[in-house]
């Protein structure tokens, strides 16, 4: 057995890592040809590599370390609750105090009757449980028909088989399949699919393609409707403002159960403690996961309403994970949520960082490879195009320029990711103004570089 430690030469954890780790979502021997990037340590919103390099993390780790890195508070905490209690399940008819604690404040914070919280390891984990949820519910509601769960393509909720299938991205369902009674509609992406069609007509056709699937799939059939307040993983798509409203009126029309997937907006991303207050909606269930712990432990829940937990509370339940309210990551949960709120950090990044971000961010909107820029609280995302005025796809694969683009932040210690040919950034929740400012001007170097590379492969043309 080799003893790995951080003081080896990068090249040695490379060849370590190429050798026995598989990485998600990456093309294993291009990267092992090249060799991960090693992380060591982190604070506040910079990360330091093995070699040295100060990175600054435009997406909070996977849009999870709203807290900042760092905070020794929570360390405490996980290691007094692994001395106190490290572990025990609540399956059998028993309790203990991090999960009653964790529960109550949820209930809490949560808008509306959201007062019921089943816990799971993870986002995926817990979109799993909403399925197993709803079926449920309108099982013991008497009408077993009630099924079919409604989502949108290019909505992420997750990567199990079953989340992965409630998600509607493509290339998961080519590799995994699909599970029974999954229905998926277009999504509100008014730039690279809106046409000829003004933002607001676009986002009603959009939404009403909901109640259209209802009517089809037969009214009697349909027991759900989730989605993103504001998509992530999709590339921040921000729906235009007639969708919403639209959205929750047919599902109220048709007492379709409407689920919140807030693993992302949940917990100050969006400007507000969830995004369903920011898109003013009201969910009956809603999905938390990623800043419920700010990433330092793997911790999500499913937060329902009164009605849901009435009809589920009548009935054994015959679900649950054996970490299902872990201690740890609840004591951790807590302790995160309770900094956010007494450090006043979602209010601060709602008044303060979010308007800077914005303008900084909508800056980069004049640059010759950039389309709309769109900033909702502390999340955004530009398009790439080659031209501005007829919202132009290039002429190669898409996620090639993006590629490429990422290649030159990474080049220049920024992480902003790429989804497909749109850049997109979730930064901790206590990143400074100067640390904006460094974000933008990175970020432009990135551009403008990659704009060369791009120029040069001879890719700056519209797809015809
Ligand atoms: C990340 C994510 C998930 C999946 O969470 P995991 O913890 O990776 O399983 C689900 N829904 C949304 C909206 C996400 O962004």
Known sequence: MTLITNHMPT???????????????????????????V??????????DSDGN???????????????YGRDELAEVAARQMRELPYYNTFFQTTHVPVIALAERLAELAPGDLNHVFFSNSGSEANDTNIRIVRTYWQEKGQPEKTVIISRKNAYHGSSVASSALGGMAGMHAQSGMIPDIHHIDQPNWWSEGGDM???DFGLERAQQLEKAILELGENRVAAFIAEPIQGAGGVIVPPSTYWPEIQRICDKYEILLI???????????GNWFGSQTMGIKPDMMTVAKGLSSGYAPISASIVNEDIAAVLGACEFNHG?????????????????????????????ANELAPYLKEKFESLGDHPMVGEVKVVGMMGSLALTPDKTTRAKFAADVGTVGFMVRERCFANNLIMRHVGDRMVISPPLVITK?????????????LDEGYENVKAAGLFKAMS
């Open 39 to 48: 992380i060591t340590r982190a604070k506040g919103s910079t990360l330091t």
């Open 198 to 200: 003004s933002p607001e």
């Open 321 to 349: 994970y054996t970490y299902s309210g872990h201690p740890v990551a609840a004591a951790v949960a807590l302790e995160n949520l309770r900094i956010l709120d007494e450090e006043g950090i979602v209010t601060h990044a």
């Open 260 to 270: 919140a997937d807030e693993v992302i907006c949940g917990f100050g991303r969006t």
């Open 54 to 68: 100060d990175i600054l993390d435009g997406m909070a780790g996977l849009w999870c370390v709203n807290i900042g």
């Open 434 to 446: 100067a640390e904006i400012d460094m974000l933008s001007a990175r970020a432009r170097k990135a």
């Open 11 to 37: 090249e040695e954890l490379q060849r370590l890592d190429a050798a026995h780790h598989m990485h998600p979502f990456t093309t294993g021997d291009d990267l092992a040809k090249k060799g991960a990037r």
